[in-house]
């Protein structure tokens, strides 16, 4: 627990699928780039030169080309494969190269679980096309960077971690924990979201940035423990919640869940369980 934060580590069963980590990947030739028809601001290119499968994970962000981004939805990207990955905007002013060249790096920091959250909510109940409302995250990235005194030029999320945030706890106060694949967060007690990766490695990965928007929501909240029990109800009803097939890409089946005060997605491969993100929300 830090002040009003608690990070519950999840455990979970060997794993039957290896695959790469993003940023792990990049280090060993894949490439994250726009479109080579034309950029989008809804797609980028994932370029997978390596022999394993790469994992995309909803809520990562990326930096750099045209724009800062964030992805929608949790995908497996085959090996030997180029892929066109659907992204949310989450620099409104900045569509230029501005230096930054023409590929992204991966964000050290995860938006915070509400934004998740609404994200996740339009995707859930897009028909169409499975996306965010991407008015509607603008809106959210700008209703942060007012409500925090945040400036930025180009209305960039990434602003929001550019230094110390009164109230803000501190993210390296939550490690990743042997055997971890998982963690539930809770704000003044309630929790407010999951992030579940079957390969303890790539969570570890995914495991510090996860932490910075979990931390972002817990600023001005009530410091409280975590309820252990709480926790565990929360992770029992994402993992036995209704799966609905959903729209994918890539390696195996992914599915929203189907539960009250919750909004999810996951991916799963064969019987295997790869991926795992759920949120509560207001009734």
């Keep these: 627990m830090v002040g009003a934060l608690s ?30 028809s034309g950029p989008s601001v809804r797609d980028v290119l994932i370029t997978n030169p390596t022999g394993e499968a790469v994992l995309v ?18 995908i497996l990207v085959p090996a030997y494969t180029e892929l066109p990955v659907p992204v949310s905007c989450i620099e409104q002013g900045r569509w ?8 992204f790096t991966v964000s050290p920091h995860a938006a915070d679980p509400a934004l998740r959250a609404a994200k996740r909510q339009d995707s859930n109940r897009s028909r169409r096309d499975g996306r965010a409302d991407q008015g ?9 960077l007012a409500r925090f005194g945040r400036s930025s030029q180009s209305a960039s ?23 971890q ?10 929790p407010v979201a999951l992030d579940i990766v079957s390969r303890e490695p790539a969570f570890a990965e995914l495991l510090p940035a996860l932490v910075e928007g979990y931390a972002l929501q817990a600023v001005g909240a009530q410091p ?26 890539g390696l195996g089946a992914s599915f929203t869940l189907g539960a009250a005060r919750m909004e999810g997605a996951g991916l799963r491969l064969n019987a295997e369980l790869i ?3 759920a949120f509560r929300v207001a009734g």
Excluded: C
């Design 157 to 179: 999320l990434e602003e929001m971690f550019a230094g110390p945030i009164d109230g803000k706890p501190n993210p390296a106060a939550i490690t990743h924990q042997p055997g």
């Design 57 to 74: 994970y909803e809520g990562q962000q990326i930096l750099g080309a045209l724009q800062n981004r964030s992805f929608d939805r949790t």
């Design 224 to 249: 409280r423990d975590g309820d252990a029990a709480r926790a565990e109800r929360f992770l029992r009803r994402a993992l036995t919640a209704h799966r609905m097939p959903a729209i994918g890409g």
């Design 7 to 36: 990070v519950f580590p999840v455990f979970g069963p060997p794993v039957l699928f290896d695959y790469l980590p993003l940023a792990t990947a990049l280090t060993r030739g894949a490439r994250i780039s726009e479109l080579p």
């Design 96 to 103: 230029n190269h501005g230096g930054k060249g023409h590929e």
């Design 181 to 190: 694949v998982g963690a539930l967060a809770s704000v003044a007690g309630r």
């Design 275 to 277: 991926a795992l993100s």
């Design 136 to 144: 509607r995250v603008w809106a959210a990235v700008d209703e942060r």
